[in-house]
């Protein structure tokens, strides 16, 4: 990323920053409340990357610029497509694999403060990479992300952000529903659990993914 991209990001936050935003973003699809100006954590073995796109979609349809930091070149703009997300409302920061790079790119975007939401994926980064990041990465983007309109998302396979995430979920499956017979099937609902870290107390949320193919 070249500064000079930088400096146009950097307009665009002021212009972003006159701007008045609700505090919470309601997902309906999954029943979650998403707060700007927090760290927040996604994690699991699956459903992070669909909850992650419903978003983007709900973000990017209001007009908001939304960032996608790809560490590993995972991001799949159909996938996105299908999930309605506005292509021409999202910043795609592809990372080739380089996690060094990828935590630069998301610490740029983050000060710019003009993003609906900055999500750092990291769902293909292996474990042994994601173990040696300082704990004081979290926190730097903890600080950095307070009192901005934006949510900083990070998805991994388990969790790796700590006490540093305000809001912080782990996916699990329940069931997976097809339709189409033999070997050629098509998924047409995913069914999640998708249990808080932070409400220790609180049951699992249960939620339905649905799949419609009419568009393709």
């Not at 159909?78 to 990828?102: F, H, M, Q, Y």
């Not at 042994?128 to 903890?142: A, D, G, I």
Request: charge should be positive.
């Amino acid at each position: 990323m070249k500064m000079r991209h930088l400096s146009l990001v950097k307009n665009l936050a002021r212009i972003k920053e006159e701007q008045k935003y609700s505090d919470e973003i309601l997902l309906e699809s999954a029943g979650l409340i998403v707060r700007r100006g927090t760290l927040t954590e996604i994690a699991g073995t699956t459903g992070k990357t669909s909850l992650s796109l419903s978003l983007l979609s709900k973000l990017t349809q209001e007009g908001e610029i939304c960032a996608v930091v790809d560490s590993a070149n995972t991001f799949d703009p159909c996938s996105a497509v299908l999930a309605k997300v506005e292509l021409e409302n999202l910043l795609w920061v592809k990372c080739g694999g380089d996690i060094e790079r990828a935590f630069m790119a998301a610490d740029y975007l983050v000060q710019a403060k003009g993003f609906g939401v900055v999500w750092l994926n990291l769902n293909s980064v292996p474990r042994q990479q994601l173990k040696v990041v300082p704990r004081t990465f979290w926190y730097r983007y903890r600080n950095r992300i307070k009192e901005t309109p934006t949510v900083l998302l990070i998805t991994a396979g388990e969790p790796i952000t700590g006490s540093a995430s305000q809001d912080a979920f782990v996916c699990s499956r329940e069931r997976a529903v097809w339709s189409g017979e033999g070997r050629f099937k098509l998924l047409r609902e995913f069914h999640l659990s998708i249990h808080s870290r932070k409400e220790f107390y609180e049951a699992p949320l249960v939620t339905t993914t649905e799949r419609d193919y009419t568009e393709i």
